[in-house]
């Protein structure tokens, strides 16, 4: 793969997880709103502790799959 290609792919693989905390961020609030508590996958959950635990699991895997993208290991 060339060098510019893999830089393009890094950049949209960024701008997507950008647009993904950002669009939960907006959903986040709006569950709050309403009673109800969702993780950044959209699960239903018992609390904010809870919504924390899930929300650093989910965080977790996004960036092992990125670091595996860019074959690199932390």
Known sequence: ???ERND???DSV???LA???S???ASAERS???GVI???DGDE???EFDQDAMNYQILLGKIDKLLDMLKLDA
């Open 38 to 40: 969702r993780t950044l």
């Open 1 to 3: 793969m060339s060098a």
């Open 23 to 25: 669009s939960n961020d």
């Open 19 to 21: 647009g993904t905390t």
């Open 14 to 16: 960024a701008d997507n």
């Open 32 to 34: 709050l709103q309403g």
């Open 45 to 47: 959950i018992e609390d």
């Open 8 to 10: 393009a792919n890094v």
